[in-house]
């Protein structure tokens, strides 16, 4: 039979996996359905419904036989799920179709999370002696599951996610839980039920298989599956996916080729609004790869910048797209764009670049009334403030943003590709109004001609979208639902 303390490590043990499984499914699911925060609240909604249904189930399955001959299937059964998850998840998302993808989701998330939860009222029955000490048994056993539950949370978000990467996570948790169910099978089961757990175990041992199969990922960073893409066209070319998103594109042999259109519609911004060959002082929110930082480098020789970049995995010195080294004059900080803000001098820029993105959204606290009042706080009189942001549909959250610009810069501009129908827009705040004639023609050499909504029309476009607060920021709800599998 099995100890107090055995008992109890379970109790702590289970109830940190959990929450281990829930964290690193974030990540997970992320490449497929944008870091949003429906995103975070399907995957929490569906642990808690997890959790949920395994203490219900596994209290009445405690009540209907010997309590202790389930804890080694409830173990080794969720160990070879978990370790198949990296495996099931990704291989859903390459099928393409939305509801297996959710269907896979489910599955990985529910049966894990259940079974693990069932573990709790499993040995709250073998710890019952008598009614006189059940509330002291519940209380106690409760607690140590919800301290697990805290460990697993912490353990995860401040050293697994740091140091290893998500398949290895999932495929160690999946593997401790089987080893876990063999010893405490040999202890519960005697030895005619050995052989089955062996058989459990080489099926973790498949799952892990098939779990550390190729993975479309170059480089997985603490926040991203990140791919880089050579050009078949630019042998110097490089694509940067990062979460399955066409992220940045730069020609290493020649930084002045841009080819995102929202990079373009920036660089004609900025060539419209400053002198031709003039040296700049400017921030970057977001680095991914420096395309613009490269640009400016290259055509305004002495350019000096920041750029406030949060995921360390893209902050390289090793060579290749991702070296921060490659830039002269540029100093890349691993640092929230927000708390990077405030760290700058006042009247001290005179551009300021936004691309930062989780998914397809901006991150809601760059987007906020305080946020820009952050970012004109740093620029100079003449200074500019250019972000690149996604919508589609009805495009609520692109005019919320254009909103909340209009309340902190006295000239906004806003800039569409002819035939828009969705995808990049390119918002500018000011103090004085931008050169027409210029941008025009800085636009058109770029070979980016775009709508460009100014003054009434303006007005018209942006109706009486609300503006976004620390307060209120609804973000991931104002965009119209953009989920991509693939």
């Known amino acids: 039979m099995l100890s107090r303390a055995t008992t109890v490590a379970l109790v702590l043990g289970s109830s940190a996996a959990v929450l281990v499984v829930e964290l690193v499914a974030l990540r997970l699911v992320a490449p497929y359905w944008g870091l949003t925060l429906e995103t975070s609240t399907t995957v929490i909604g569906l642990a808690l419904l997890a959790i949920a249904a395994g203490s219900w189930a596994g209290g009445r399955a405690a009540d209907l036989g010997p309590p202790h001959r389930l804890l080694a299937p409830l173990l080794g059964v969720s160990g070879v799920v978990v370790a198949a998850t990296p495996f099931a998840v990704r291989g859903a998302g390459v099928v393409g179709d939305p509801l297996v993808f959710l269907l896979a989701v489910t599955a990985t998330l529910v049966v894990p999370g259940a079974l693990l939860s069932a573990v709790t009222p499993v040995v709250t029955k073998m710890h019952l002696e008598d ?11 409760s607690g140590i599951s919800t301290l697990g539950a805290i460990l697993g949370t912490v353990l995860t978000g401040f050293v697994l996610v740091t140091a290893i990467p998500v398949t290895g996570i999932l495929v160690g948790v999946g593997l401790l839980l089987v080893a876990s169910a063999v010893a405490v099978g040999m202890r519960t089961h005697r030895a005619a039920v050995v052989p089955g757990l062996a058989l459990v175990l080489a099926a973790g041992g498949a799952s892990v298989s098939s779990a550390l199969g190729p993975v479309d990922c170059d480089l997985e960073t603490e926040y991203h599956c990140v791919d880089i893409r050579t050009d078949p066209e630019r042998p110097e070319g490089r694509l940067l996916v990062m979460d399955g998103v066409h992220h940045s594109y730069v020609d290493l042999g020649d930084p002045t080729y841009l080819d ?11 060539e419209s609004r400053f002198p031709d060959g003039e040296p700049l002082t400017a921030h970057h929110l977001g680095g991914g790869a420096l395309t613009i930082p490269r640009y400016l480098a290259a055509t305004r020789p002495g350019t000096t910048g920041t750029v406030s970049e949060i995921d360390p995995g893209l902050v390289r010195t090793d060579g290749g797209l991702l070296d921060t080294r490659a830039v002269p004059g540029l100093e890349v900080r691993i640092e929230d764009g927000r708390r990077g803000l405030l760290a700058l001098p006042p009247g001290s820029l005179d551009l300021v670049v936004g691309d930062a993105f989780g998914g397809v959204s901006v991150p809601w606290h760059l987007t906020t009334r305080e946020a820009l009042s952050a970012v004109r706080r740093v620029l100079d009189e003449d200074g500019l403030y250019a972000a690149n942001l996604i919508d589609h549909g009805v495009l609520d959250f692109a005019r919320a943003k254009v909103a909340t610009m209009r309340a902190v810069f006295p000239v906004v501009t806003v800039l569409l590709p002819h035939d828009f129908d969705g995808g ?7 103090t004085e109004p931008l050169d027409d004639v210029g941008l025009d023609a800085a636009l058109a050499a770029q070979g980016e001609p775009s709508q460009v909504l100014t003054d009434d029309v303006l007005d018209a476009w ?8 620390d307060d209120h920021a609804p973000v991931d709800q104002l965009l119209t639902p953009y989920r991509r599998v693939s």
């Not at 009614?131 to 056993?141: C, D, I, K, N």
């Not at 929202?262 to 004609?268: E, S």
């Open 131 to 141: 009614l006189a000490g059940a509330g002291g048994v519940v209380g106690r056993l």
């Open 260 to 270: 995102f259109g929202y990079a373009r519609a920036l660089v004609g911004v900025l």
């Open 424 to 430: 990049n827009v390119v918002v500018v705040g000011s």
């Open 462 to 469: 942006v109706g009486d979208a609300m503006v976004l607060t």
